[in-house]
């Protein structure tokens, strides 16, 4: 069973550019979450997509926005990219319900110069 | 509001030894509570979850948590670490349902001592 894929592994890219992240879930799982970790904050949820509605968000500015597909893959977007937009970005999915728990692909990693 | 709090920032323990890794949670309701350990550059790998039941969870690796209701805590344990160990670790709490996200702690990392 393949896990879940994010792609690139690593991004670089300016300030004031914008930028899409993907996904590709486990098989059968209809929940996708995202979080943004760095070394200052630790992970903070981004939002979360199940049958292709936002279904939760957290408290990040309306540059990071995300949407899912009907084969449940799903992309984030960042526009206008700042410098405190470096982090890592992990993308989670789980089969219906994030509070059972995820599971987490390795992470795009992005930098902004 | 929900929270988890992980005291300690970095731990190093020599290789051999035991290890429990701290982690205190606030939530109103009953809590859904993981484990989960993240090599460098890597995504989250779970270790073990607690829903309801015996109050000591057995996960992968040897790793071993227990949760205590009257101290808000679930610590996680193991009886002899390897070198392979060494990572970072986070402890997280959701409500369960449908609804919501895992709040997770800022991590503890580990380092073992040869």
């Known amino acids: 069973k393949a896990g879940v894929t994010q792609t690139p592994r690593y991004l670089i890219k300016t300030r004031g550019q914008q930028v899409t992240l993907s996904c590709s879930p486990i098989?059968?799982?209809?929940?996708v979450s995202w979080y943004q970790q760095t070394p200052g904050q630790g992970l903070q949820f981004l939002f979360e997509?199940?049958?292709?509605?936002?279904?939760n968000k957290g408290n990040f500015p309306g540059r990071f926005s995300g949407r899912q597909f009907s084969n449940s893959r799903s992309e984030m977007n960042v526009s206008t990219l700042e410098l405190g937009d470096s982090a890592l970005y992990l993308c989670?999915?789980?089969?219906?319900?994030?509070?059972?728990?995820?599971?987490f692909g390795s992470g795009t990693r992005l930098t902004v110069v | 509001a929900q929270s988890v709090t992980q005291p300690d920032i970095h731990i190093t323990v020599s290789e051999g030894a035991s290890l429990e890794l701290r982690c205190n949670y606030s939530?109103?309701?009953?809590?859904?509570l993981f484990w989960y350990v993240q090599s460098p550059g890597q995504g989250l790998q779970l270790l073990l979850k607690?829903?309801?039941?015996?109050?000591l969870v057995q996960g992968i690796k040897g790793f071993e948590a227990e949760f205590k209701r009257s101290q808000s805590s679930f610590n996680l344990r193991k009886p002899s670490v390897h070198w392979s160990d060494a990572a970072e670790y986070f402890c997280?709490?959701?409500?369960?349902?449908?609804?919501?996200?895992?709040?997770f702690g800022k991590g503890t990392k580990l380092s073992v001592k040869p």
């Open positions: 989670a999915s789980s089969q219906d319900s994030p509070n059972y728990g995820y599971t």
């Open positions: 098989s059968g799982h209809r929940s």
């Open positions: 997509y199940f049958s292709e509605t936002q279904r």
């Open positions: 939530y109103g309701a009953t809590p859904y």
């Open positions: 607690y829903f309801s039941g015996d109050t």
């Open positions: 997280a709490v959701g409500g369960g349902g449908s609804q919501g996200n895992l709040i």
